[in-house]
C-alpha cells in the first residue's frame, strides 16, 4: 500500500529526505521515530503530497495506494486524500476551517464520503468528542479536542491507508489510551504509519519500527527487536537518552508578584469554561496548571496574555520601568503564529526589534540583533549556522518550528512567560534543551513561567506549584511534590523593583 524506493526530497539546497526505501503492506503498522528535524514530517506531508513541486526536487519513488505522489497532479492527490489517505497531521488548528462548526466539519466528511445513516452525533460518540462541542468552532476548542476531531474525521471514510503526526501529543492520559485505541481499531484492513516520540506507548498496536536521521533510515525492524537491542548508533542515543533531572534549587524569600489573578470568570456562549478563579505568580517562580482536555486550560493561557477579551475579574502583570510589554507566550501551536515564508533568523529578529521598539534601544544594531539571535538559538538546542538561520519556517519539523517560537519568546527577555504545552510534540533531548532554556531565563532575568502541560514529569521537574482545573472551571492548588526541585540549580538575586508597576490587562494589552 505504501512503498519507497530511493525517495529523495530537497528544497532548495536543503536535503530534507535522502534515499528512502520502505514498505508497509495493508494490515501493517509501522513506527516511524527519529529526533527533532531527522524529516519524520517531510516525509508524511510527501506521502500525502503536499509537498508543492515548484520549491522542491524529488527523487526516486514514492507510491500510495497505486498512485506516484511525486508526480501525481494536484486533482489526483486531492481525490486520493480522504478516501485512500487519512491525515493526522501535526499542524492541527490549520486542518480545520476556521468558519466552520464542529458539526459541519463531521457533516461535510459524512456527505463527502456517502456514509448515509451517520450522523455527527455518532461520530462524537465514537470519537469521544462531548456533543456539546458540535455548535462550537475550531478557536473555542483545546489543543485535545481539536486533536480527538481530526482523528475522528480520518476515520470517517476508512481510507486504505493512515498516516499520523505525534496524534496524541496534545492528550491527557485518558485520552491518550482511548486514541490509541481507536487508531488500533481496524488497523487490520489498512497500512499506518504512526510517527512517534513515544513509540513504547503504541508498541502494542505496532508491527515494525523505523529510525529517521538526518532524512535517512537507519534501522529498521521489529518492534520488540528495535526497542529492546537497538544496532545503530542514532536509535540507541534516541531510546536511551536519559530524561532531564531535578535538582534542587534555592528560593529567594519575599519576591514580588509578578502575575496577580482575581475573581475570573469566562463563558463560552452558555457554559461556564472558567468560574472564580484567583491565583498569583511570584516573580522567579513557576506555577504549572494542569487538567484534562476541555479543562479551559488553553483560554485561560490566552486570557493571560490579552488574545481573549476579559469578560469578568482582573489580570495583572508586572511591567518594566520602560513601560515595555513583558509578557512572551509560546503556543501549543506554534506554527500558527509563525508564516511559514519566513527564515528562522528573519522571526527572531523581528521579535527583538519589535520589543525594543519605542525604548532607548530602538536604533539597535544588526551586529547586536544578529549576535542576540545566535545565542538564543543556541540556547534552545537549534543550530546557530547561516544555512539553518536562512531556513524558511515551512520546511522545519514540528519540534523545531517549536524551538523557534521559543527562541522569539526569550529573546525579548519577558517576565513573565505563558507556555502551553510547550514539549508535547518533542522527543527527550529537545525537552532538555527547552526546559534548560526555560530555567536559564528564570535564573538570568528573574522570569516566571505559568506552564499548561498534561506531563506530570514534566511540572516535577518544572513547578513550584501546581494548580488543578477540574469541572466547571474551579480550581485547586497543591505545592509541587517534592518541594524545592527543578531543571537545574538556580540561585535567584533579588528582582530589581526600582520602577516596576502593576498594570491591569486593559492597560498593557495595545
Given at each position: 500500500?505504501i512503498?519507497?524506493?530511493?525517495?529523495g526530497?530537497?528544497?532548495?539546497?536543503?536535503?530534507?529526505l535522502?534515499?528512502?526505501?520502505?514498505?508497509?503492506?495493508?494490515?501493517?503498522?509501522?513506527?516511524?521515530?527519529g529526533q527533532?528535524?531527522a524529516?519524520?514530517?517531510?516525509?508524511a506531508?510527501?506521502?500525502?503530497?503536499?509537498?508543492?513541486?515548484?520549491i522542491?526536487?524529488f527523487?526516486?519513488?514514492?507510491?500510495?495506494?497505486?498512485?506516484?505522489?511525486?508526480?501525481?497532479?494536484?486533482?489526483?492527490?486531492s481525490?486520493?486524500?480522504?478516501?485512500?489517505?487519512?491525515?493526522?497531521?501535526?499542524g492541527l488548528?490549520?486542518a480545520?476551517?476556521?468558519?466552520?462548526?464542529?458539526?459541519?466539519?463531521i457533516?461535510?466528511?459524512?456527505?463527502?464520503h456517502?456514509?448515509?445513516?451517520?450522523t455527527?452525533?455518532?461520530?462524537?460518540?465514537?470519537g469521544?468528542i462531548?456533543?456539546?462541542?458540535?455548535?462550537?468552532?475550531?478557536?473555542g476548542?483545546?489543543?485535545?479536542?481539536i486533536q480527538?476531531?481530526?482523528?475522528a474525521?480520518?476515520?470517517?471514510?476508512?481510507?486504505?491507508?493512515?498516516?499520523?503526526d505525534?496524534?496524541?501529543?496534545?492528550?491527557?492520559?485518558?485520552?491518550?489510551?482511548l486514541?490509541?485505541?481507536?487508531?488500533?481499531?481496524?488497523?487490520?484492513?489498512?497500512?499506518?504509519?504512526l510517527?512517534?516520540?513515544?513509540?513504547a506507548?503504541?508498541?502494542?498496536i505496532?508491527?515494525?519500527v523505523a529510525?529517521?536521521?538526518?532524512?535517512?533510515?537507519?534501522?529498521?525492524g521489529?518492534?520488540?527487536?528495535?526497542?529492546?537491542?537497538?544496532?545503530?548508533?542514532a536509535t540507541?542515543?534516541?531510546?536511551?537518552l536519559?530524561?532531564?533531572?531535578?535538582?534542587?534549587r534555592?528560593?529567594?524569600?519575599?519576591q514580588?508578584?509578578?502575575?496577580?489573578?482575581?475573581?475570573?470568570?469566562h463563558?463560552?456562549?452558555?457554559?461556564?469554561?472558567?468560574?472564580?478563579?484567583?491565583?498569583?505568580?511570584?516573580?522567579?517562580?513557576?506555577?504549572?496548571i494542569?487538567?484534562?482536555?476541555?479543562?479551559?486550560?488553553?483560554?485561560l493561557?490566552?486570557?493571560?496574555?490579552?488574545?481573549?477579551?476579559?469578560?469578568q475579574?482582573?489580570?495583572?502583570?508586572?511591567?518594566?520601568?520602560?513601560?515595555?510589554?513583558?509578557?512572551g507566550?509560546?503556543?501549543?501551536?506554534p506554527?500558527r503564529?509563525?508564516?511559514?515564508?519566513?527564515?528562522?533568523?528573519?522571526?527572531?529578529?523581528?521579535?527583538?526589534r519589535?520589543?525594543?521598539?519605542g525604548?532607548?534601544?530602538?536604533?539597535?544594531?544588526?551586529?547586536?540583533?544578529?549576535?542576540?539571535?545566535?545565542?538564543?538559538?543556541?540556547k534552545v538546542?537549534?543550530?546557530?549556522?547561516?544555512?539553518?538561520?536562512?531556513?524558511r519556517i515551512?520546511?522545519?519539523?514540528?519540534?523545531?518550528?517549536?524551538?523557534?517560537?521559543?527562541?522569539?519568546?526569550?529573546?525579548q527577555?519577558p517576565?513573565?512567560?505563558?507556555?502551553d504545552?510547550?514539549?508535547?510534540?518533542?522527543?527527550?533531548?529537545?525537552?532538555?534543551?527547552v526546559?534548560?532554556?526555560?530555567?536559564?531565563?528564570?535564573?538570568?532575568?528573574?522570569?516566571?513561567?505559568?506552564?499548561?502541560?498534561?506531563?506530570?514529569?514534566?511540572?516535577?521537574?518544572?513547578a513550584?506549584?501546581?494548580m488543578?482545573?477540574?469541572?466547571?472551571?474551579?480550581?485547586?492548588?497543591?505545592?509541587?511534590?517534592?518541594p524545592?526541585?527543578?531543571?537545574?540549580?538556580?540561585?535567584f538575586q533579588?528582582?530589581e523593583?526600582?520602577?516596576d508597576d502593576?498594570?491591569?490587562?486593559n492597560?498593557?494589552?495595545?
Open positions: 500500500m512503498q519507497l524506493e530511493g525517495a526530497v530537497r528544497a532548495g539546497e536543503t536535503v530534507l535522502q534515499d528512502l526505501t520502505l514498505c508497509v503492506a495493508r494490515g501493517e503498522t509501522l513506527l516511524l521515530i527533532s528535524g524529516g519524520k514530517s517531510s516525509l506531508r510527501l506521502l500525502a503530497g503536499f509537498l508543492p513541486p515548484a522542491h526536487t527523487s526516486g519513488s514514492a507510491r500510495v495506494a497505486g498512485v506516484d505522489v511525486m508526480r501525481a497532479s494536484a486533482s489526483e492527490m481525490r486520493l486524500r480522504g478516501r485512500r489517505i487519512g491525515l493526522i497531521m501535526q488548528a490549520d480545520l476551517n476556521p468558519q466552520m462548526t464542529v458539526r459541519a466539519h457533516a461535510e466528511m459524512l456527505a463527502i456517502q456514509c448515509f445513516g451517520v455527527p452525533e455518532q461520530v462524537c460518540a465514537g469521544n462531548p456533543e456539546h462541542l458540535l455548535d462550537r468552532r475550531p478557536l476548542l483545546s489543543g485535545g479536542e480527538r476531531l481530526l482523528t474525521l480520518a476515520l470517517i471514510p476508512r481510507p486504505d491507508c493512515l498516516i499520523l505525534e496524534p496524541t501529543a496534545a492528550l491527557d492520559n485518558v485520552n491518550r489510551r486514541a490509541r485505541d481507536a487508531i488500533a481499531q481496524g488497523r487490520e484492513k489498512r497500512a499506518q504509519i510517527i512517534t516520540h513515544d513509540p506507548f503504541f508498541a502494542p505496532a508491527d515494525r529510525v529517521l536521521d538526518r532524512g535517512r533510515i537507519v534501522e529498521e521489529a518492534v520488540h527487536d528495535v526497542l529492546t537491542s537497538p544496532r545503530h548508533a540507541r542515543a534516541l531510546l536511551r536519559p530524561k532531564p533531572k531535578a535538582t534542587k534555592a528560593r529567594s524569600a519575599g514580588p508578584v509578578a502575575l496577580n489573578v482575581s475573581g475570573l470568570c463563558h463560552h456562549g452558555a457554559r461556564c469554561v472558567l468560574h472564580d478563579l484567583s491565583f498569583s505568580v511570584p516573580a522567579k517562580a513557576c506555577l504549572a494542569r487538567g484534562e482536555s476541555g479543562a479551559g486550560k488553553s483560554t493561557a490566552r486570557l493571560l496574555i490579552g488574545l481573549e477579551a476579559l469578560q475579574g482582573e489580570i495583572r502583570h508586572i511591567r518594566k520601568a520602560s513601560g515595555a510589554r513583558t509578557v507566550y509560546l503556543s501549543q501551536h506554527g503564529s509563525i508564516p511559514g515564508h519566513f527564515t528562522v533568523s528573519g522571526t527572531v529578529s523581528e521579535a527583538m519589535l520589543v525594543a521598539r525604548t532607548v534601544r530602538e536604533r539597535i544594531s544588526t551586529h547586536e540583533v544578529q549576535r542576540a539571535v545566535e545565542t538564543v538559538l543556541k538546542g537549534l543550530s546557530a549556522e547561516t544555512d539553518f538561520q536562512n531556513r515551512r520546511t522545519l519539523s514540528g519540534g523545531e518550528v517549536q524551538r523557534v517560537a521559543l527562541a522569539r519568546a526569550l529573546v527577555r517576565r513573565l512567560l505563558v507556555a504545552e510547550p514539549t508535547s510534540a518533542l522527543d527527550v533531548q529537545s525537552q532538555t534543551h526546559e534548560k532554556a526555560i530555567a536559564l531565563a528564570m535564573s538570568e532575568w528573574g522570569m516566571s513561567v505559568v506552564l499548561f502541560s498534561h506531563d506530570g514529569e514534566l511540572i516535577a521537574r518544572m513550584d506549584t501546581i488543578t482545573l477540574e469541572g466547571r472551571g474551579l480550581m485547586t492548588e497543591e505545592s509541587a511534590s517534592p524545592g526541585e527543578g531543571v537545574v540549580e538556580r540561585s533579588e528582582l523593583s526600582t520602577g502593576c498594570l491591569d490587562q492597560h498593557w494589552r495595545d
